[in-house]
């Protein structure tokens, strides 16, 4: 990351500009509707974000679930029944949702400028909030004599045994599957973008899937899983292992080799009759010390550059960007997505049935 000189919108002329109109949304008692992705994920937002915007702006604040449905979101639009006002999606929704005109532009200069942020999230209809990172994990108890370490080990059921859990997606699951084929990180999508590419990730797949006890949708399920010994390894988000064994304890061991590293975002979908409240609540919530803030309940990267000076020395080396973690993960490929999504899920999710 590197700091780049401040622009003549500052941090106090972006909260002056939130505090303009303060009085008028306060005594219209709007509701704002923000969807993200539940658990410790979710509450961690409600603590950075949420609840100092209600405070803030006078605004109530409603929140709901999804787990990244591209045609949920899309259809909303399209049928003009847009009932989320801000939703944290992924890159590839962003990309999508923008060149399909269903989701709406940001206005950068109310945000402090392009160049505030990490490069990569920034995006015309979307602004990154945090990089996190699709690792797996298991649980240590199951394993006296250590447990897996690379993303092979995961297929190696005789050395490794147990039950697994992996993303009901085929985003961050054919990466993973091709990993485990001997693919470089690097390769990754060189080889997925072709059909014989994706058949070899399949291919993968069907060797573990008769061990894959559950394929998890919620970003909560997997540290669950573990805690409740249904499964023994499992794929999840960085954040939710750690804050399982921050906060409750759990003897689970987080691996990095082969870390997908991704963005979450903050967009506004076209359609909201909230529009004017969603733009103020995204420019507070991509505020450096509140991007800090959030840290503080779960490891995920900020995307503004000057977030990192308000972070804890001691959650830095728990971030899914420090330099240890990351020697050998990769970028999900936002364009890929975005242009293989529905696509690649229709076939995913009919593989999933057979």
């Given at each position: 990351m590197t700091h780049k000189m401040m622009s003549k919108f500052t941090t106090a002329a972006v909260f002056a500009t939130l505090l303009a109109g303060t009085s008028s949304i306060a005594h219209a008692a709007d509701?704002?509707?923000?969807?993200?992705?539940?658990?410790?994920?979710?509450?961690?937002?409600?603590?950075?974000?949420?609840?100092?915007?209600?405070?803030?702006?006078?605004?109530n604040i409603v929140t709901d679930e999804w787990s990244g449905e591209t045609a949920k979101l899309k259809g909303m639009v399209e049928t003009g029944t847009t009932s989320w006002d801000v939703v944290d999606v992924e890159p590839g929704h962003?990309?999508?949702?923008?060149e399909e005109g269903w989701l709406e532009k940001?206005?950068?200069?109310?945000?402090?400028?392009?160049?505030k942020f990490i490069p990569g999230s920034a995006l015309e209809c979307a602004i990154g909030n945090v990089a996190f990172a699709y690792i797996f994990a298991y649980d240590a108890s199951k394993f006296?004599?250590?447990?897996?370490?690379?993303?092979?080990?995961?297929?190696?059921?005789?050395?490794?045994?147990?039950?697994?859990?992996?993303?009901?997606?085929?985003?961050?699951?054919?990466?993973?599957?091709?990993?485990?084929?001997?693919?470089?990180?690097?390769d990754i999508y060189k080889v997925l973008d072709t059909k014989e590419g994706v058949d070899r990730a399949f291919k993968k797949l069907d060797e573990i899937k008769p061990n894959v006890k559950v394929w998890w949708g919620a970003g909560a399920q997997p540290p669950q899983l573990l805690a409740d010994?249904?499964?023994?390894?499992?794929?999840?988000?960085?954040?939710?292992?750690?804050?399982?064994?921050?906060?409750?304890?759990?003897?689970?061991?987080?691996?990095?080799?082969?870390?997908?590293?991704?963005w979450d975002m903050w967009a506004i979908p076209k359609?909201?009759?909230?529009?004017?409240?969603?733009?103020?609540?995204?420019?507070?919530?991509?505020?450096?010390?509140n991007l800090a803030a959030q840290t503080k309940y779960i490891p995920y990267g900020p995307s503004s550059l000057e977030a990192s000076k308000y972070v804890d020395k001691d959650v830095l080396p728990n971030l899914p960007i420090a330099p240890e973690n990351s020697k050998t993960s990769f970028s999900i490929s936002a364009q890929f997505w975005a242009d293989h999504d529905e696509e690649l899920t229709e076939r995913f999710n009919n593989w999933l049935a057979k």
């Open positions: 509701t704002l509707t923000i969807a993200s992705w539940g658990g410790a994920y979710q509450e961690s937002q409600a603590k950075a974000y949420f609840e100092p915007f209600k405070q803030e702006s006078g605004a962003a990309l999508q949702g923008c940001l206005d950068y200069d109310s945000l402090g400028g392009k160049d006296p004599n250590g447990g897996p370490q690379t993303v092979a080990d995961i297929w190696d059921v005789k050395k490794f045994p147990g039950a697994r859990s992996l993303r009901k997606s085929p985003k961050s699951t054919l990466e993973l599957a091709l990993i485990a084929d001997g693919v470089a990180p690097t010994g249904e499964v023994a390894i499992t794929t999840a988000y960085n954040g939710r292992i750690y804050d399982a064994v921050k906060s409750s304890g759990k003897n689970f061991k987080i691996v990095w080799d082969g870390a997908a590293l991704d359609g909201t009759s909230k529009l004017e409240l969603a733009k103020k609540f995204v420019a507070f919530a991509s505020q450096p010390k």
